[in-house]
């Protein structure tokens, strides 16, 4: 069987195959049969499959273990293989193996020492043999002492040497000294297993596989092995079209249930987003686009809330239905809520590189700033400079500012509206002579994701950027 276990972003994979059993055939007029002890089954396996079906890495256990190979059984009954555990991951996923001995689990080796750690000589023995034979009840001892089980174990060893030597070699010569490293930029096509991380480990033998000329009723099997154990590191570059960059509750979460029919959670405090969350913005004839179906994107917890008292009453919620369409769909693109981007972040502060890294491969970039706040523009100052600093050229792909919780624009206080009215003008000239290069304006575009203001003005825009965008990809690869 073969596991998988993970820190923050981090899985390792072990397991092992089922134990062989000590039987003896027995039946009317034949009370001292032959052996008929079953090998043990095959451990599981544990796989990686891409899938496009799934958005964010959020779900992935910190340890992932395939089953355990079934024991074998009497009357010649081989134990059942297990069956393979599948690690479902999104396209964009980024998978290595963790070598480095401070991150990375223990190996099989190094938990077998802090097994034995501690013990005598003898003690070291009986324990090694204890973790590889099984002996019929009450002939422990007798088998220990017996000279054909002593032929037996050294045979073993020598076969599991022969097996070491072999997989070593193999390793050498067509393993990545690097370790695993998979890049998934599209799904796993149909049918197929997926990408192998781990493999189960082989049942153990059964009695019968011990006897010989000499020794006709052996009363000793082997248990099964351990697989592999192995330590991987999976981080998602997002495939999204759209990736919303802000700082931590800018309201880039509210946003994305605003457009899209995400769940993404929403709080009123910074770092709601700890890992990339895609949804999907559908454009319908007549402008309309999917989202939350409600009028004000509330807090995550209270919206659970009246979901659950509506469920309670037997009613559905408004927030669950899909709303009939009379037109058709006019296209679709995905929106990227990535987590806070911070000062300093391209030095690893806060999120720093877990969130940099999975902006990489949107197409177009969208700054999203808290309108709300004293000074916007010093946002996106601290914004574009991390981009650069992470990466030169990164901040080219931005091609809109976000101006969110723009609620004072419609307030009832003319004053209030005309204070904004001013501000909105003072981001828009920072944006004209800080933020745009080469002859390619941003837009500006004031919106509210909590009441769902302007967002149309916003969709049309995004639609255009990520259009453009895929018609010079398709040019670039056509050259």
């Given at each position: 069987m073969a596991?998988?276990?993970?820190?923050?972003?981090?899985?390792a994979?072990?397991?092992?195959g089922?134990?062989?059993?000590?039987a003896?055939?027995?039946?009317?007029?034949?009370?001292n049969?032959?052996?008929?002890?079953g090998?043990?089954?095959?451990?599981g396996?544990?796989?990686?499959?891409?899938?496009?079906?799934i958005?964010?890495?959020?779900?992935i256990?910190?340890?992932?273990r395939?089953?355990?190979g079934?024991?074998?059984?009497?009357?010649?009954r081989?134990?059942?293989?297990?069956?393979?555990?599948?690690?479902r991951?999104?396209?964009?996923?980024?998978?290595?193996?963790v070598?480095d001995?401070?991150?990375?689990?223990?190996?099989?080796?190094?938990?077998?020492?802090?097994?034995?750690?501690?013990?005598?000589?003898d003690?070291?023995?009986?324990k090694?043999?204890?973790?590889?034979?099984?002996?019929y009840?009450m002939?422990t001892?007798e088998?220990?002492?017996?000279?054909?089980?002593?032929?037996?174990?050294?045979?073993?060893?020598?076969?599991?040497?022969?097996?070491?030597?072999?997989?070593?070699?193999e390793?050498?010569?067509?393993?990545?000294?690097s370790g695993?490293h998979?890049?998934l930029t599209?799904?796993?096509?149909?049918?197929s297993?997926?990408?192998?991380?781990?493999?189960?480990?082989?049942?153990?033998?059964?009695?019968p596989h011990?006897?010989?000329?000499?020794?006709r009723?052996p009363?000793?099997?082997?248990?099964?092995?351990?697989?592999?154990?192995?330590t991987?590191?999976?981080?998602?570059?997002?495939l999204?079209?759209?990736?919303l960059?802000?700082f931590?509750?800018?309201?880039?979460?509210?946003?994305l249930?605003a457009?899209?029919?995400?769940?993404?959670?929403?709080?009123?405090?910074?770092?709601t987003?700890l890992?990339?969350?895609v949804?999907?913005?559908?454009v319908?004839?007549?402008?309309?686009?999917?989202?939350?179906?409600?009028n004000?994107?509330?807090?995550?917890?209270?919206?659970?809330?009246?979901?659950?008292?509506?469920?309670?009453?037997?009613l559905?919620?408004?927030?669950?239905?899909?709303?009939?369409?009379?037109?058709g769909?006019?296209?679709?693109?995905?929106?990227?809520?990535?987590?806070?981007?911070i000062?300093?972040?391209?030095?690893n502060?806060?999120?720093?590189?877990?969130?940099?890294?999975?902006?990489?491969?949107?197409?177009?970039?969208?700054y999203?700033v808290?309108?709300?706040?004293?000074?916007?523009?010093d946002?996106?100052?601290?914004?574009?400079?991390?981009?650069?600093?992470y990466?030169?050229g990164?901040?080219q792909r931005a091609?809109?500012?976000?101006?969110?919780k723009?609620?004072?624009?419609d307030d009832?206080?003319?004053d209030?509206?005309?204070?904004?009215?001013?501000?909105?003008?003072k981001?828009?000239s920072y944006?004209?002579?800080?933020?745009?290069?080469?002859?390619?304006?941003?837009?500006?575009v004031p919106?509210?994701?909590?009441f769902?203001?302007?967002?149309?003005?916003?969709?049309?825009?995004?639609?255009?950027?990520?259009?453009?965008?895929?018609?010079m990809?398709?040019?670039?690869?056509?050259?």
């Amino acid at each position: 069987m073969a596991e998988a276990c993970p820190d923050p972003g981090e899985h390792a994979a072990r397991r092992k195959g089922g134990d062989g059993a000590v039987a003896f055939h027995r039946e009317k007029f034949k009370p001292n049969g032959p052996p008929s002890g079953g090998n043990g089954g095959q451990g599981g396996s544990v796989y990686i499959v891409c899938d496009s079906s799934i958005g964010s890495l959020v779900g992935i256990s910190k340890q992932i273990r395939a089953a355990k190979g079934s024991k074998g059984l009497g009357t010649f009954r081989h134990g059942k293989n297990a069956k393979d555990t599948v690690i479902r991951v999104p396209v964009g996923t980024v998978v290595r193996e963790v070598t480095d001995p401070e991150r990375r689990a223990k190996t099989k080796e190094e938990a077998l020492e802090d097994m034995l750690e501690g013990l005598d000589d003898d003690e070291r023995g009986k324990k090694l043999r204890d973790l590889r034979w099984v002996h019929y009840p009450m002939h422990t001892e007798e088998n220990e002492g017996s000279d054909f089980f002593k032929e037996a174990e050294n045979a073993l060893l020598r076969e599991e040497r022969a097996a070491e030597r072999e997989r070593i070699q193999e390793e050498q010569l067509y393993r990545d000294p690097s370790g695993l490293h998979l890049d998934l930029t599209s799904p796993t096509a149909e049918g197929s297993q997926g990408h192998l991380v781990a493999r189960g480990g082989p049942g153990g033998f059964g009695n019968p596989h011990f006897l010989t000329l000499t020794n006709r009723s052996p009363k000793w099997a082997t248990r099964g092995k351990e697989g592999d154990w192995i330590t991987l590191e999976l981080e998602l570059k997002l495939l999204a079209d759209i990736g919303l960059v802000g700082f931590p509750n800018a309201g880039k979460s509210t946003l994305l249930r605003a457009l899209t029919r995400s769940q993404a959670e929403v709080a009123p405090y910074a770092f709601t987003t700890l890992n990339p969350q895609v949804g999907t913005v559908r454009v319908w004839e007549g402008g309309e686009f999917d989202g939350d179906g409600s009028n004000v994107i509330e807090d995550s917890w209270l919206k659970r809330k009246k979901d659950r008292e509506a469920m309670d009453a037997g009613l559905i919620p408004e927030s669950k239905l899909l709303g009939s369409r009379l037109g058709g769909e006019l296209y679709r693109f995905t929106i990227a809520d990535n987590p806070g981007l911070i000062a300093r972040a391209s030095e690893n502060v806060g999120l720093g590189h877990s969130f940099l890294r999975s902006i990489e491969r949107s197409l177009a970039l969208v700054y999203v700033v808290d309108f709300s706040g004293e000074a916007p523009w010093d946002e996106l100052r601290v914004l574009k400079n991390e981009l650069e600093t992470y990466k030169t050229g990164l901040s080219q792909r931005a091609r809109m500012v976000l101006a969110n919780k723009a609620d004072k624009l419609d307030d009832s206080d003319p004053d209030a509206v005309d204070e904004a009215k001013a501000k909105l003008e003072k981001l828009k000239s920072y944006v004209d002579s800080e933020l745009s290069e080469e002859g390619m304006p941003l837009d500006v575009v004031p919106v509210s994701g909590k009441f769902k203001v302007n967002l149309e003005a916003a969709v049309e825009r995004m639609g255009r950027y990520v259009k453009e965008a895929r018609e010079m990809e398709g040019e670039a690869q056509g050259e």
